[in-house]
């Protein structure tokens, strides 16, 4: 498929998506924008910033990772989508992830007053129970977005859980095992991030849900 056609494919999904979110939507269901406001102010992970103010496509988050004992947590960093129908939220986060939405992400780790650069890894999915972990080339570079779930617990300690409310989340890549300290993401996303934004989705920098 092509990817004027692949586009459009994407937003005639998206606009399906919303559509049928606004068809079940009942006058006295919880609403989230409340809880995007106090995400969007947080400094600690788990946290999210709006896309929609992301001036040519770049973003830069200083953020800090929170000592918890002697557990290193790994930590994605992606968007999030919501709604009060799963079915459409669901079906909007697997539209972006075939619209191979590309990005360049870079992460750098503040320690004594200099930046020291934290690797990457990107997920892939080669079937539909098998993940393959790659390593993101130095450039930052990252090909589009791929499924993730993120730790619950951290994100209702936070106040961003909602009742009654359908969460996704999508990754562009995770840093592992990362120590306390106070960190910079760098992101740029290039024309697709429309997309994003017409999907409502916010950027998201989260734990990932641990194996049990």
């Given at each position: ?78 968007v ?7 079915t ?102 290039g ?22």
């Amino acid at each position: 498929m092509s990817r004027p056609l692949q586009v459009v494919r994407v937003l005639l999904l998206l606009v399906a998506a919303y559509m049928a979110v606004g068809c079940h939507r009942q006058p006295h269901q919880t609403s989230t924008p409340q809880l995007g406001r106090d995400s969007d102010s947080r400094t600690a992970v788990p946290l999210t910033r709006s896309l929609e103010a992301v001036q040519g496509g770049e973003i830069r988050i200083e953020f800090d990772v929170p000592a918890d004992g002697e557990s290193l947590h790994s930590v994605f960093f992606g968007v999030r989508l919501d709604g009060h129908d799963s079915t459409s939220v669901a079906e909007t986060a697997d539209a972006l992830k075939e619209a191979n939405i590309s990005a360049k992400v870079q992460l750098h780790r503040i320690q004594q007053g200099r930046s020291v650069k934290v690797a990457l890894r990107r997920s892939q999915w080669v079937s539909r129970s098998e993940v393959e972990w790659l390593t993101v080339s130095p450039d930052g570079v990252v090909p589009g977005l791929e499924a993730a779930d993120a730790d619950r617990e951290s994100l209702l300690k936070a106040g961003m859980i909602a009742q009654d409310v359908a969460y996704r989340e999508l990754s562009f890549a995770s840093a592992d095992a990362l120590p306390p300290g106070h960190y910079v993401l760098g992101l740029k996303l290039g024309n697709e991030r429309k997309l994003l934004i017409d999907a409502k989705a916010k950027l998201l920098i989260a734990y990932r849900a641990r194996k049990k």
